[in-house]
């Protein structure tokens, strides 16, 4: 079992670029697929981007694709997302999870295919 713990959140204005992190502590961090998502209140949480276990395949929510990257860290078990052009109706609480598969090339983008989940952190984007 891991647990996923996020960081990097805070408070910037609309245009500007911020890099959130989520360290997973595990031997075999490659057996797991990595994604990030978002939620607001009242609404549900939504897919932002996955990637595989090998870290070749990314994909990306339509509503952030051109302007998040998401990367993973094999040596510090870390994956990144590094968001850029930063909007207003991007604020909201990011999630990461993790999900164990020996299928390394996977990139799940549905809450339910995800095994565990971080706390959360904060985005805020200012007009």
């Known amino acids: 079992q891991v647990q996923p713990v996020e960081s990097g959140g805070g408070l910037v204005q609309a245009g500007d670029s911020l890099r959130i992190s989520c360290e997973v502590s595990?031997?075999?961090?490659?057996?797991?697929?990595m994604g990030w998502f978002r939620q607001i209140p009242g609404k549900e949480r939504e897919f932002v981007a996955s990637?595989?276990?090998?870290?070749?395949?990314?994909i990306y929510a339509d509503a952030v694709k051109g302007r998040f990257t998401i990367s993973r860290d094999r040596a510090k078990m870390t994956v990144y997302l590094q968001m850029t052009s930063l909007k207003t109706e991007d604020t909201a609480v990011y999630y990461c999870?993790?999900?164990?598969?020996?299928?390394?090339?996977?990139?799940?983008?549905?809450?339910?295919?995800?095994?565990?989940w971080g706390q959360g952190t904060q985005v805020t984007v200012s007009s």
């Open positions: 595990s031997p075999v961090f490659s057996n797991y697929a």
């Open positions: 999870a993790a999900k164990y598969t020996v299928r390394a090339i996977v990139t799940p983008t549905t809450l339910n295919e995800y095994d565990y």
């Open positions: 990637i595989s276990g090998t870290g070749e395949n990314m």
